[in-house]
């Protein structure tokens, strides 16, 4: 079978296998047969990598979706200036990685992760306190309609809020995607939603990950959980560099 929409839970034993069309015309191939399961990526001009597991006879593959496991350094594709006062709400598209795990979707179960499209790795802030972040570069449209490719992406709610006397030049931020839970619809997959309430540029954002699915208007049901625990004063501290940054 061969398909574009990634088949998210448990798929049945694919005969003779499963072959998913990812960007860039890559495939992923997934194929259950006796007591083994082959994984295979294809890549245009490239090797093909393949990954054998002997998995015993009973069980089924599950396909889950996952954020990047590192945070995002999100730049805005134009400039973007947030006036005192004023709440910017948006939709941030991420590319989804597909974890693929047999029988249950416990670590020790895990067998794979491909990513839909590779990001660039960049490093946020200085080498003393700085963080290891992929690069991404979002048009933050305010609707997830604006995007054309749902198949491949997790759609990150963003609410920002400018509660300083002074415009807040958008240029970039840090995003903490390992902390977010995700939730399929019916046509998307959904991270939770992230606030943030800028207070000047000498005063540390608060930052705070909305409990429960997020508002949209499909309904939603529980995807996976966040990549690590959240931890408040690790997110404190990711978003404090803002404020060195706007002081430049």
């Known amino acids: 079978m061969q398909t574009k929409v990634i088949p998210w839970g448990k798929i049945e034993h694919p005969d003779p296998e499963l072959t998913i069309l990812l960007p860039a015309e890559r495939q992923l191939l997934v194929k259950h047969w006796k007591d083994r399961v082959a994984i295979t990526l294809k890549t245009p001009k490239q090797e093909a990598e393949e990954s054998l597991f002997l998995t015993g006879p009973q069980g089924h593959v599950f396909l889950e979706p996952a954020l990047p496991d590192l945070p995002l350094l999100l730049k805005p594709s134009r400039r973007l200036s947030i006036l005192p006062g004023q709440t910017m709400k948006a939709y941030v598209e991420v590319p989804v990685s597909v974890r693929l795990f047999f029988q249950?979707?416990?670590?020790?179960?895990?067998?794979?992760?491909?990513?839909?499209?590779?990001?660039?790795?960049?490093?946020?802030?200085?080498?003393?306190?700085?963080?290891?972040a992929y690069s991404l570069e979002s048009p933050l449209h305010d609707s997830v309609l604006s995007y054309g490719s749902p198949s491949y992406s997790v759609?990150?709610?963003?609410?920002?809020?400018?509660?300083?006397?002074?415009?807040?030049?958008f240029e970039r931020m840090l995003l903490q995607v390992p902390y977010l839970s995700l939730y399929e619809g019916k046509q998307r997959i959904y991270g939770k939603t992230v606030h943030i309430r800028f207070q000047g540029a000498d005063q540390i954002s608060q930052v705070n990950i909305q409990k429960g699915p997020p508002e949209t208007e499909e309904a939603l049901k529980f995807a996976a959980p966040p990549r690590r625990k959240e931890d408040k004063g690790l997110i404190r501290k990711s978003f404090y560099y803002i404020k060195t940054l706007y002081n430049t």
């Open 104 to 132: 249950t979707k416990h670590k020790k179960d895990f067998l794979a992760e491909i990513p839909a499209r590779t990001l660039s790795k960049s490093y946020f802030g200085n080498m003393d306190n700085g963080k290891l």
């Open 155 to 169: 759609y990150c709610p963003l609410v920002i809020m400018n509660k300083s006397a002074q415009p807040l030049l």
